[in-house]
C-alpha cells in the first residue's frame, strides 16, 4: 500500500509541476482541449451530451494519472464530438493533439485477421485448416486449427508470459524481435489445454496467423496489409513498422518499469515483439472509419463476417471473443495496450455509433487499464443500455 501510495504522489507531483512551469510559457496544461485547426472540435448535437463527455474524460484523467487522451464519438445525426485533453510530453508540457498518431497495440489484431479471413474468401486458406500445413513446429500444431487461433483457443502458451521473453524484453526494450523468436519462447512450453476446449488470449496464435498471411501471398506482413486492408479502405496514416519507426507527431507514451515501479518514457521502445499481434501505428481518423468497416465487415463476404461474429464468451462478464474481435456489451471491436500506448476502437450496430479512444499511457488505475476506464465513462453516457466494460453491478442492462 505504501508503495502504491508513493506512486501515485509522484505522478500527481510531475503533472503539477508540468501545469506550474507551463503556465508562464503559454503552453496548455494538462486537462485542456487542443484540436488542431482543420480538425472538427466541436462537439456537434446536444451540448448537455458533449459537456457530459468532456466531466467524465476529465475526471478519469486526473484521478487515473493519464497524461493525455485523445477521444472521439460519433453517432449519425446525434453526435460529432473530437476532443484532446492532457499533454503529449510531460518534460516540455507541450498539449496532445486529436492529429497525433499512436500505437495501438493489439488493435492489430483485427489487420491480422482480416487479412487471414480475405484468404479465406479469396479460397487460399480454410479456417479448419490445421497450423501443421502452414507452420512447421507448432506443438499439437495438427490439432489446431486456424480458427481456434484467431478465437484464442489453441491452447499455446503465450510467449509474453515465458519469464526469459520477460526478462530480455526488459534488458534491452529497444531489441529488434523476429517472429520465429518469440515462438521459441511460446514452444519451449507445454500446450495449456486441448485445442477448442478453453479461451486463453495469447499473442502467439496471432503470431502465428501472421507468418500464414506471408506464406500464403509471399509477401512481407506489412506489405500484405497494406496491399489488401489500409489502402483499399483510405487508412493512410495506418501502418505496421519494421522497427521503432513512429512518424510525427506523436506524444510521449509513459508506463512503468516492472523492476523499480518508476515511470519511463516508452516512446520509442521497439514494437516488434508485438508484430502482428501488436505493433501497429494509426490515428484517431483512420480508427473512426475503421471501426464501422471491421465490425460490419466491408472487407468481407457476408457468410465470412458471420462467421468472424460468431462470438463464445470470455471470463470477463458481457464479453465474447470471435475472430480476431471481441464483442463487448454489445460494442464490436478491440481494444489496444502496449508500454506507453492504450487504445480502444469500438462500433455499436444499433446506434451505428463509433468510440475511439487513445492514450499516451498503459499504467493501471485500480487495476483497470485506462483505455476501459474512458471506455466505460463514454458509453454510460452515450449508450446507457449497452456500457463497455461493465462488471455486472455497474452495468445498467437487464
Given at each position: ?138 506443438p ?75 506464406k ?17 479502405s ?52 483512420d ?36 475472430l ?33 479512444v ?6 493501471k ?34
Open positions: 500500500m505504501e508503495i502504491t501510495i508513493r506512486r501515485a504522489f509522484l505522478r500527481a507531483a510531475a503533472t503539477f509541476a508540468c501545469i506550474c512551469l507551463a503556465a508562464p510559457t503559454g503552453a496548455v496544461p494538462a486537462g485542456a482541449s487542443v484540436v488542431p485547426s482543420g480538425v472538427k472540435a466541436n462537439a456537434s448535437g446536444p451540448s448537455g451530451t458533449a459537456r457530459e463527455l468532456d466531466r467524465a474524460i476529465q475526471e478519469i484523467l486526473e484521478n487515473a494519472g493519464v497524461p493525455g487522451v485523445i477521444a472521439g464519438v460519433w453517432i449519425p445525426g446525434q453526435l460529432n464530438y473530437v476532443r484532446a485533453f492532457g499533454v503529449a510530453d510531460k518534460d516540455d508540457c507541450s498539449p496532445i493533439r486529436s492529429d497525433m498518431n499512436m500505437r495501438i497495440g493489439s488493435e492489430t489484431k483485427t489487420f491480422t485477421v482480416t487479412a487471414l479471413l480475405q484468404l479465406v474468401d479469396r479460397g487460399k486458406v480454410g479456417l479448419d485448416d490445421p497450423i501443421s500445413r502452414y507452420v512447421p513446429g507448432v499439437d500444431g495438427e490439432h489446431i486449427t486456424l480458427r481456434q487461433l484467431a478465437n484464442m483457443r489453441s491452447g499455446l502458451f503465450p510467449y509474453t508470459a515465458d519469464q526469459d521473453w520477460l526478462r530480455a524484453f526488459h534488458e534491452d526494450p529497444h531489441r529488434q524481435w523476429k517472429p520465429r523468436e518469440l515462438l521459441r519462447f511460446a514452444f519451449a512450453h507445454e500446450n495449456q489445454f486441448a485445442p477448442g476446449t478453453q479461451f486463453d488470449y495469447s499473442n502467439t496464435n496471432t503470431v502465428l496467423l501472421g507468418l500464414v498471411v506471408e500464403v501471398t509471399h509477401r512481407s506482413l506489412e506489405r500484405a496489409i497494406s496491399d489488401m486492408i489500409t489502402r483499399p483510405d487508412l493512410n496514416h495506418t501502418f505496421l513498422p519494421k522497427a521503432a519507426e513512429f512518424p510525427r507527431p506523436y506524444p510521449h507514451g509513459y508506463t512503468e518499469e516492472t523492476a523499480t515501479g518508476a515511470e519511463a518514457d516508452a516512446t520509442d521502445w521497439n514494437p516488434s515483439w508485438g508484430w502482428a499481434a501488436g505493433a501497429m501505428i494509426s490515428n484517431l481518423d480508427l473512426r472509419s475503421w471501426a464501422e468497416n471491421v465490425a460490419t465487415g466491408k472487407l468481407l463476404t457476408p457468410a465470412t463476417q458471420a462467421e468472424r461474429l460468431q462470438a463464445l464468451p470470455t471470463p470477463a462478464p458481457g464479453d465474447a471473443y470471435g480476431g474481435i471481441d464483442i463487448n456489451h454489445g460494442w464490436i471491436g478491440h481494444a489496444g495496450s502496449l508500454p506507453g500506448y492504450q487504445s480502444l476502437t469500438i462500433y455499436l450496430p444499433d446506434l451505428k455509433a463509433t468510440v475511439v487513445l492514450a499516451n499511457t498503459d499504467i488505475s485500480n487495476g483497470e487499464n485506462p483505455s476501459t476506464l474512458f471506455g466505460r465513462a463514454i458509453t454510460r453516457i452515450i449508450s446507457p443500455d449497452n456500457v463497455y466494460g461493465a462488471a455486472p453491478d455497474q452495468d445498467d442492462v437487464d
